[in-house]
């Protein structure tokens, strides 16, 4: 995170600009993070439980704080399909440093295997059609999902609010939009991520659920 030990104080009549309002942004979001991520701590604080069912993977209702101090708050949901998770690029205006290699944003993943998003039944619905016919139905007794696990991924995406119209021009600034996405991530890029050395242990029918609620951790980078 970045070092926020100073704020600007505002006067009278004074001129302000982007870097004055941001600069205020960030000393009050780093102050509320910081209170979250070294005063509470990360990971899981309740619930988010991993329940297989033969058609699906449920995650129950919960929340915890990721690595950047972001709050998550889950409701229980069930999972029944899921379909190829197309990777964001990372943001350029993060209110935290960071490097180039971002977990989950466009270009992570060192083992070469696809990371999925899971779908409600809903969700899938609600797929456009070329989508939905790509989106492929959980069955937990499948071998395809032994390598991988559920994370729970905060994913942060930059949003341009210029508007014009006939009469005004304005630039209106950009957002940043947080969703949280239930990911089937490949297990040998959670344990590298986790411990910073691959994990050569490959995992059986009898531990799969275990991991699963092993791996099962809110994350942000």
Partial sequence: MINSNEYIFFEADQVLTND??????NYLDH???W???KLIGIGIACGL????HSNGIEITKGCGVTSQGYLIVQH???YTYYINYSQIPIPKDLPFK???DLPFFEGYGTSGKQIYLMLTDDQQKALEPTKKASAIAIDTKSAFLDDYAVALFLEMKE???KNCDMLDCNNMGEKIVFTVRPLLVPIADLVTLRNGVPDKIKLTKTDYQINLK???????P
Avoid: C, W
């Fill in 20 to 25: 004055h309002l941001n600069e205020s942004f």
């Fill in 31 to 33: 102050q509320a993070r």
């Fill in 35 to 37: 209170t979250r991520n």
């Fill in 49 to 52: 439980e991993i329940v297989i």
């Fill in 76 to 78: 229980k949901e069930k």
């Fill in 98 to 100: 960071h490097g180039t």
């Fill in 159 to 161: 949003t341009d609010l």
């Fill in 214 to 220: 092993r791996y099962n951790v809110p994350y942000t």
